[in-house]
């Protein structure tokens, strides 16, 4: 068992989600701030890895009132849960995320943290779990926040290394995009998925559209997983 994995992301016209020195990493409108507070208000957990946590002021919370009653009209609880997931462990202990206790913080590592690390993160965090040796092992974390947060709805934030994992992994049910009038260039520009990506087309995880929607300048696009990425090295 697991929870249903839906990514949501804002990016420029060529891929893009900030520029090439980062120095810009939120560029979607109020309706795309909006957009991204009402999927949160249908998940039971948001996840994002270490360097968006530490990137930007984030709480990675449900926002204003009416988002959290948003939520406890779906009968969710009026906060989610936050999951912060680092392979190593490096994890700013000043990020605003640990600035705001209203709902657990939950962070996902590799037994490769160093435990000077992990000791800190424990101080800071509601729980600290270590999933794989060097490499974060998702199926197994995603059926431990089932099993034992209730985590039925699981809202993934990004960034693109984090993406890249979860969609190899063969976790993802659906993505929403929102494409922005921008366009960003430059090969270090991180984009919504990166990582080790695939080699070959037959290893690329498929998607078909679902629905799609125009706002202003922006479009608002929603896909769904057609085909389940088959995890690397399984066996057919």
Not at 27 to 45: I, M, N, P, V, Y
Not at 67 to 94: C, D, H, T, W
Not at 145 to 153: I, P, S
Request: contains cysteine; aromatic residues 6%.
């Amino acid at each position: 068992m697991k929870p249903f994995v839906f990514i949501n992301m804002a990016m420029t016209a060529d891929g893009k989600i900030a520029t090439a020195n980062r120095a810009i990493s939120s560029f979607g409108s109020k309706d795309d701030q909006d957009h991204l507070l009402e999927l949160r208000a249908t998940a039971d957990a948001v996840m994002a890895g270490a360097r968006t946590v530490d990137s930007a002021d984030v709480n990675m919370g449900p926002g204003p009132a009416r988002f959290r009653a948003m939520r406890i009209k779906r009968g969710l609880a009026e906060y989610n849960l936050r999951i912060i997931v680092s392979r190593s462990g490096s994890i700013n202990p000043g990020a605003a995320i640990f600035k705001h206790p209203f709902s657990p913080i939950l962070i996902l590592t590799t037994d490769a943290a160093p435990k000077s690390r992990v000791k800190k993160l424990r101080d800071l965090a509601d729980k600290v779990e270590s999933f794989g040796d060097r490499e974060i092992d998702f199926p197994a974390a995603l059926a431990w926040l089932h099993k034992q947060w209730g985590v039925k709805r699981l809202l993934c934030e990004g960034g693109g290394e984090l993406n890249d994992a979860v969609v190899r992994a063969g976790l993802v049910d659906e993505i929403h995009l929102t494409v922005c009038p921008f366009i960003f260039a430059g090969r270090e520009a991180p984009t919504i998925a990166d990582g080790a990506g695939v080699s070959n087309l037959a290893s690329a995880a498929q998607f078909e559209l679902k629905s799609r929607r125009r706002v202003g300048a922006e479009m608002f696009l929603v896909y769904r997983a057609r085909v389940a990425l088959r995890p690397p090295n399984s066996v057919a």
